[in-house]
């Protein structure tokens, strides 16, 4: 259109772009989806304007201006979020998730009528169920061993009854987990956080010499662990992270999940990379070069394991990593987290995606969900979702 750099009438993906100039519209959605990856929009009147109906999807995008989105729709769509019916779209908030900074569509006020933030119309799972209370409506990004973190300082504990919220003096978004015990673990997120809790109620600050945000964290006793995230960093410590180094890492793309399998080997995964170590975490080397964002991974052990990703991508290796095979699937939405659990493996995502492995990788099958909004993470046999639903697969005690 001659007021917009950009105007779209179907189906558009902007990747990798700069769009800047005086015009009025940066992008003008007037029909179909837009999705917007790894982008910068600056310098217009308006950087975006979402026509009514219409959606969009930004991920890893910046605009210049926070307030420079304009939403006539009310159903923004976003990296990981759906909402539902005619929610007022409160544009100023701005958090950052794995590998995003998103604008997410929130509620600027609550009069008693409209639900809060983030409760589904249908909140069930065909085939799973609900685990989690109605009083839980923090976005929930990650899930480990009975422990749940997520935006605004979010950490809730399983007890034998349900969920505890545990009070931190964080507020900021914590972005990923790992426990070695039901009471010792660690927890990461934005301006390099890092959080430590051997009593499974207190936690500590531990002191990290940098401020980028932590997305991944993989411990595999008290002792040794790594930490993950932004622009490629890694860090290694050996001492339960009262002290932590800087490892060798041969990528400046940002990390999503790194996992440690033993003393010597691990792997991580981030934007277009996968990465191997196998001296412990202190060097890690780049072992697969994509065009798809890998978002998490799970092996089996050092040789078998998969990765998934954006694009519903995955990816399975049974040599370690040297070879990497693409794996059919039956979808193509964006894939979040993979988890095993007692010969069943599971993979999460986007849009309700839940898919179900009973022949270790080779074949999946979706399970029916009713949700359009995404499922954040999963290990063994809960998931999670964005606004705070938890889920356990029914047939596993």
Not at 266 to 272: D, I, S
Request: with cysteine.
């Amino acid at each position: 259109g001659k007021d917009s750099n950009i105007y779209v009438e179907g189906t558009l993906t902007v990747n990798n772009c700069i769009v800047g100039s005086s015009s009025k519209y940066g992008i003008w959605i007037n029909g179909g989806k837009t999705t917007v990856l790894y982008s910068k929009i600056y310098g217009n009147q308006i950087g975006i304007f979402v026509g009514e109906g219409k959606s969009l999807f930004i991920r890893k995008s910046l605009l210049d201006n926070p307030t420079n989105l304009n939403n006539s729709s009310k159903s923004l769509v976003d990296a990981r979020y759906n909402y539902w019916g005619t929610y007022p779209v409160d544009i100023q908030r701005i958090i950052r998730n794995p590998g995003a900074i998103l604008y997410l569509p929130c509620l600027s006020s609550y009069d008693g009528k409209m639900k809060p933030r983030g409760t589904p119309t249908h909140p069930s799972i065909s085939g799973w169920i609900k685990k989690g209370t109605d009083s839980i409506v923090s976005h929930l990004l990650d899930i480990d061993n009975g422990w749940i973190c997520g935006d605004e300082g979010t950490i809730f504990k399983f007890k034998g009854d349900g969920w505890e919220r545990l009070i931190i003096k964080s507020t900021g978004t914590l972005f990923g987990l790992s426990f070695v015990s039901t009471d010792t673990g660690w927890v990461v997120g934005e301006n390099g956080i890092v959080l430590k809790t051997k009593d499974g109620n207190t936690f500590h600050k531990q002191t990290v010499s940098t401020k980028l945000d932590f997305y991944g964290i993989s411990f595999i006793n008290e002792n040794k662990g790594c930490i993950a995230g932004e622009r490629g960093i890694i860090l290694i410590t050996d001492d339960g992270g009262e002290n932590y180094n800087f490892a060798i890492s041969p990528t400046s793309a940002d990390i999503f999940k790194i996992k440690l399998l033993d003393e010597r080997y691990g792997f991580a995964v981030g934007n277009n990379i996968i990465l191997k170590t196998q001296d412990g975490g202190r060097t890690w080397n780049n072992i697969y070069n994509g065009t798809k964002t890998f978002l998490s991974l799970f092996f089996l052990n050092p040789k078998e394991g998969w990765v998934c990703g954006e694009g519903g991508i995955m990816l399975h290796t049974i040599d370690g990593g040297i070879n990497w095979n693409i794996q059919p699937i039956p979808t193509n939405n964006t894939l979040f987290d993979i988890s095993f659990y007692k010969g069943i493996l599971f993979c999460i995502g986007d849009n309700g995606t839940i898919l179900r492995s009973l022949d270790y990788g080779k074949t999946w099958a979706i399970i029916s969900s009713n949700l359009s909004f995404s499922i954040s993470s999963i290990s063994e046999f809960l998931a999670i979702t964005e606004n705070g639903g938890i889920f356990q697969y029914p047939s596993i005690d």
